[in-house]
């Protein structure tokens, strides 16, 4: 291989505030054959996620931070170009753990087949990868939503967000999302098909928060954190469940809360006798073995819909990154940087 | 009854800030006599509790606010004087929401027998009552404590607190305990047998948390909210879970937070994904029926002490309330206003 000339994205420095395409260096390497139990993939799709923001931090999260001069993980849809792992033989496709490069070498055991007669290349991305993997064990493993209850998810516009949603009404729920302009808002009913959607740069938010559910929320399904959350809290009814998935209004670590804020959050998971849950997609690993086949289910009869947000080309990585921190993305983001062989 | 005069304790007006006896007032009236269905009892020993406090404020909390010119509530011990409820006859002793007064009229199914042959009267309003009830069902509902897993308490030298301790002791765990003063501490250690005990009013707090368990803490028993928690919360190892039983920090309204804490807060939750639930006694009503039969057991063998602050006489209800609040007692405040005929 060793006339195949990788480009990979690494990390050159770290963002102070939102991030900036100077945050990244593109290297160049020959392609490593595989050794024993590994496979070289070709990336096609590349998936750009919130977390990574996180982790370019240097503190402690559920993860490690970013090393400068590392390149940058993240989910891809790849074809196997070369195994030496038996599951696998040049032709197939795999979603891997593949990174911001064109080629990736990986260990065998990290791949999962990719379907393509059960849903096209990008769903496995989507709603029946990692993304929706998170939207469906968070909120059924957590919230533990019954029909008939309402639920309200933050970033709803998102990948994850929408999801979530589409999950809470193919389970019979009420929804309401929480997005960031009216637009957003607008493609969150319409096309997700939530029961309505409020914009949380309105001045009127908290009044609508209530007007869009007068007896309050059973489940937060939250992706944001900070003063939205606070609000969302505020309105949760009695035994009230918030699933903390995300909280990308910190990311970048601008915010402007009010010093009592936390005594009153503290307050109102007493007096609503709130449960609170953080978790990462990770922790809930095999704990709903039917996903794939539910929410395969869902995309055939319409109740879960492949929508992405999809750029070409890998120059176009860097951008759709930056894109999707700064909420320019409807669904999931997705580089298509190669077509199959 | 009509010779027979009752003193209550009757609400006067609203604190601001740490309250003073000017907040009561004290009524008389002629005892009456009850009707179907109901008891009349003599109150012997008269509970104060934090909660009560939350009350005083006239805004949303987990029980109405206390309205002014009404009756202090409180759970008491007393002896059945005059019955018309078929389960009770004069002389019984009984467990009652009695009220900070001399006699109260209360519903015959409100009662619960009390037998001195079990434990002493004073256990009924403590380990085997409401107070005792909330440590134990909070703690093994929310907490789900397993043997060799830290817990840690605050208000450790308090009525829920210092019972929360010994019942993770009882159950196997390593307990470390949250006190305002050296004194409290040792009485923490040494009369209720936690390993340890942290004084927050330590300059050194945060320190001496992290030294006390340096991989940090499955369990957190919170019973005081504000700056003191959000310390500890930083120091909840993976999957922590949160047990938020009280926030006396907050009753008074005087709190002293960053305004950075709520993101902060937040970001824990995410981080360590960790499980945080509010909860009142109510809540847990009936979830452990084996609750008396274990904690009766306990008390027999001393892995559970029967620890109070015993004041004496009707006039020291008022003062009794307030030393609490203040921190001024260990164990649980319990007010002897009569005898056992």
């Not at 929706?132 to 059924?140: M, R, S």
């Not at 957003?184 to 096309?191: A, D, L, N, R």
């Not at 992706?223 to 309105?235: E, H």
Request: aromatic share 8%; with cysteine; net charge neutral.
């Amino acid at each position: 291989m060793n006339d195949i000339v990788n480009r990979r994205i690494c990390f050159a420095q770290r963002p102070s505030g939102q991030p900036t395409a100077d945050v990244f260096a593109i290297a160049v390497n020959e392609v490593a054959l595989p050794s024993d139990g590994q496979i070289l993939c070709r990336n096609l799709l590349v998936s750009v996620d919130p977390y990574l923001r996180l982790k370019m931090h240097d503190r402690e999260s559920y993860t490690p931070p970013l090393e400068i001069g590392k390149q940058i993980p993240g989910g891809t849809i790849a074809q196997v170009v070369s195994s030496r792992h038996d599951d696998w033989k040049a032709g197939d496709l795999v979603a891997i753990p593949g990174g911001w490069q064109n080629y990736a070498v990986v260990p065998g055991k990290s791949a999962t087949r990719v379907d393509t007669e059960r849903a096209p290349l990008e769903a496995w991305l989507g709603p029946l990868g990692m993304t929706g993997y998170t939207a469906y064990a968070g909120l059924l493993s957590m919230g533990h939503p019954k029909a008939g209850e309402t639920i309200i998810v933050s970033a709803a516009a998102g990948a994850v967000g929408s999801l979530a949603g589409q999950i809470g009404k193919a389970l019979g729920c009420r929804v309401v999302g929480i997005a960031g302009s009216d637009t957003k808002c607008k493609t969150v009913v319409e096309t997700f098909g939530f029961d309505a959607c409020i914009d949380y740069r309105s001045s009127t938010f908290e009044d609508d928060l209530r007007a869009a559910s007068p007896d309050g929320y059973d489940i937060y399904f939250d992706n944001v954190g900070g003063q939205i959350s606070f609000s969302v809290q505020k309105q949760m009814k009695l035994f009230g469940r918030i699933i903390v998935c995300g909280l990308i209004s910190q990311y970048s670590g601008q915010n402007d809360l009010d010093p009592k804020s936390l005594d009153e959050y503290m307050r109102w998971i007493l007096v609503r006798r709130l449960a609170i849950r953080g978790f990462i997609v990770s922790d809930l690993a095999r704990n709903h073995p039917e996903f794939h086949e539910t929410v395969a289910g869902w995309l055939k009869n319409g109740q879960v819909r492949l929508e992405t947000t999809l750029y070409y080309g890998f120059d176009q990585i860097i951008p759709a990154f930056l894109a999707m921190l700064e909420g320019r993305n409807t669904g999931k983001s997705i580089i298509r940087i190669a077509e199959a062989a």
